[in-house]
T-cell receptor
Framework: EDKVVQSPLSLVVHEGDTVTLNCSYE??????LLWYKQEKKAPTFLFML????IEKKSGRLSSILDKKELFSILNITATQTGDSAVYLC???????????FGTGTRLKVLA | GAVVSQHPSWVICKSGTSVKIECRSL??????MFWYRQFPKQSLMLMAT?????????EQGVEKDKFLINHASLTLSTLTVTSAHPEDSSFYIC??????????FGPGTRLLVL
């Protein structure tokens, strides 16, 4: 059975800290891995990763994929209170854009 | 990025009534849309894949007679929760992928069944 596991489940840090969120997966036919940020509404897209070792970066956020070890990490540097959200990892394993989501990591950044 | 809208944002209904939720792709055509459900503090669970002009594909454990999906045009999919009960109360989210790109999510519909 395909599955996506995220860790930690929950994290509380102070502003300015750096955090690393983990996503590991076991799927039969990997196509891509995606990271989303979810605040009070629907998820917003952050990154899509398809190739190992190539870092995607957007401001203070960056992500990288390791297809050999079957995991990805999402880094957030110099965290701000606005980074508080649930970060979701999803894997497209069928090639038809049908995603399997992890349970998410709930991040809270304290002022 | 692509824009996906949902209507309504919030719905409260009595047990036993049916509720229709609309999902529209505003600036692209989508032959395929996806419907997810999210319970509090849980992740998104795919319910079904909506295919324009053909029947939806339901995930295991999702009752197709309970959650009716109609994808009548390239920009509109609807999800009807028939004879809703309190356990159907959830956050329903649709998504679509324009031109084979990543999925974009609608803003979601919160359903509360009393």
């Amino acid at each position: 059975e395909d599955k996506v596991v995220q860790s930690p489940l929950s994290l509380v840090v102070h502003e300015g800290d750096t955090v690393t969120l983990n996503c590991s997966y076991e799927v039969t036919n990997f196509r891509s891995l995606l990271w989303y940020k979810q605040e009070k509404k629907a998820p917003t897209f952050l990154f899509m990763l398809t190739s190992s070792g190539i870092e995607k970066k957007s401001g203070r956020l960056s992500s990288i994929l390791d297809k050999k070890e079957l995991f990805s990490i999402l880094n957030i540097t110099a965290t701000q209170t606005g980074d508080s959200a649930v970060y979701l990892c999803a894997v497209d394993s069928s090639g038809t854009y049908k995603y399997i989501f992890g349970t998410g990591t709930r991040l809270k950044v304290l002022a | 990025g692509a824009v996906v809208s949902q209507h309504p944002s919030w719905v409260i209904c009595k047990s036993g009534t049916s509720v229709k939720i609309e999902c529209r792709s505003l600036d692209f055509q989508a032959t395929t849309m996806f419907w997810y459900r999210q319970f509090p503090k849980q992740s998104l669970m795919l319910m079904a894949t909506s295919n324009e002009g053909s029947k939806a594909t339901y995930e295991q454990g999702v009752e197709k007679d309970k959650f009716l999906i109609n994808h009548a045009s390239l920009t509109l999919s609807t999800l009807t929760v028939t004879s809703a009960h309190p356990e159907d109360s959830s956050f329903y989210i649709c998504s679509a992928a324009p031109n084979g790109e990543t999925q974009y999510f609608g803003p979601g519909t919160r359903l509360l069944v009393l």
